[in-house]
């Protein structure tokens, strides 16, 4: 099943052990992974598919495949952390296929993964974190209604330096 919405022509669909070869275009090109803190050393196809396995497994992690219009990967979008009691969960999205980025596709594939968290999923709230320097996805969660809850400071350490997170939140009942 496929999750989509009027005006956008991307969709999610689950992910499957078999999206691993689609990942590993991307998982160790620093252009697309320098905003992730825990991926400093090269990850193998093996590591990749036992983290996919574990992720679909999971209870706490829904993770989905980008697609376009005529069902091609792009990417890969998740809810991360859920906590089911309180209804809340972690957004992360990368667009790894190359010619992907910078188009305007991450903002429907994460308007699409906001819709699909709080209608399928039935969370009340989500949230996301990115580097202070990623003013991209910034700007992408202020259009998308996100409010921002705070700085938080030295949150990661990558490469050699600690690094402040921006966190964003976005709720149920808020304007979207
Ligand atoms: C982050 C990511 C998902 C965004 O997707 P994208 O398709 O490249 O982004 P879009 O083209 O939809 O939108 C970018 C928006 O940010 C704006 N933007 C781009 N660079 C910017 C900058 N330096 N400062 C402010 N705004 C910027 C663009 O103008 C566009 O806004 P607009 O549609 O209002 O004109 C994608 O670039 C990606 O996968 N990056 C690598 C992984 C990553 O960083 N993931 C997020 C970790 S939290």
Redesign the pocket.
């Known amino acids: 099943m496929t999750f989509t919405m009027p005006g956008t022509e991307l969709g999610l669909r689950p992910i499957r052990p078999e999206d691993v070869d689609h990942i590993m275009q991307w998982i160790n090109d620093p252009a ?2 320098r ?2 803190a825990h991926m400093s050393a090269q990850i193998t196809r093996e590591q990749e598919l036992a983290w996919l396995e574990h992720v679909i497994a999971s209870d706490t992690d829904r993770l989905y495949a980008v697609v376009d219009a005529d069902g091609a990967y792009l ?1 890969n979008a998740g809810v991360h952390k859920i906590y089911w009691p309180a209804r809340n969960g972690r957004l ?5 296929a190359a010619g ?11 308007r699409l993964l906001v819709e699909l968290a709080l209608t399928e999923l039935n969370l009340h709230k989500v949230w ?4 202070r320097s ?7 969660a202020a ?1 998308l209604g996100f409010t921002q809850e705070g700085v938080l400071r030295d949150e990661y350490f990558h490469a050699g330096g600690f690094h402040d997170m921006v966190r964003w939140s976005l709720l149920e009942q808020d304007p979207r």
């Open positions: 697309v992974t905003n992730f990417g992360g999205l990368v667009l790894g992907a980025r910078g188009r305007g596709l991450g903002t429907q594939a994460m996301l974190v990115h580097y990623n003013e991209r996805m910034a700007h992408i259009k």
